[in-house]
């Protein structure tokens, strides 16, 4: 656990030291809000929802795919001699998640500024966007992994993560649409569970198949 807390620690100074990344990511969140805002105003209740994880997918993406692909392979070469891959692994997809965590909420933040506040339920809104945000971290973090070993290739990652990230969007926002509306719709529990166990099947996965990854 110790090396798992130091390597965020790493990534957290590196983040630190080049703001110019983070800062970047907030204007894309920030941009991105605003065009929805100048095209849509203030839409209806299935549309502000839709817009929201079309948005979310897209900001993870930008926000996500650089966990391995910034790091170059004499840098992985020395953490191949000093790390346990699964340590290494798990720490990239701990801050991953945090930064999504953090840039979810002031996205829905802006959202709920600008595109209008419809939410009925907003601590299950809210806890069904820290799902997602997970859920999401965690996939585009191991595909990343993925990518980086494929000779630095982000289309990879793409092309592996938009299937399953489009299954994870269609079952979030009918988890959402709950907070939206007075009635808690029939499957939620079930919806909820599902997403859980995708999660855990995608870092089961990861921690299995990336110590061969890394060996490559």
């Given at each position: ?35 929805i ?46 790390v ?34 419809p ?16 859920c ?24 592996m ?43 089961g ?12």
């Amino acid at each position: 656990m110790n090396t798992v807390l130091t390597l965020i620690k790493k990534d957290i100074l590196l983040e630190w030291r080049q703001k110019h990344t983070f800062f970047s990511v907030l204007l894309y969140v920030s941009c991105t809000v605003f065009v929805i805002y100048m095209m849509a105003a203030q839409p209806e209740t299935k549309i502000w929802n839709a817009l929201f994880w079309i948005a979310q997918l897209f900001i993870t993406v930008n926000t996500v795919a650089k966990s391995f692909l910034q790091e170059n392979t004499a840098r992985n070469r020395y953490y191949f001699t000093i790390v346990p891959p699964v340590q290494y692994l798990l720490a990239k997809m701990i801050y991953s998640v945090v930064m999504m965590l953090i840039i979810s909420l002031l996205t829905l933040g802006l959202f709920s500024l600008l595109l209008g506040y419809p939410l009925l339920r907003p601590g299950m809104f809210v806890s069904v966007v820290c799902l997602g945000a997970s859920c999401m971290a965690v996939l585009f973090t191991f595909l990343s992994a993925i990518a980086a070993q494929a000779k630095q290739n982000a289309a990879l990652m793409a092309i592996m993560g938009f299937p399953i990230a489009i299954v994870m969007l269609m079952m979030l926002s009918k988890l959402s649409n709950a907070a939206l509306s007075n009635v808690l719709q029939e499957g939620w529990m079930m919806l909820l569970l599902v997403m859980l166990g995708m999660n855990f099947l995608i870092l089961g996965i990861g921690v299995i198949l990336f110590p061969f990854l890394w060996k490559e």
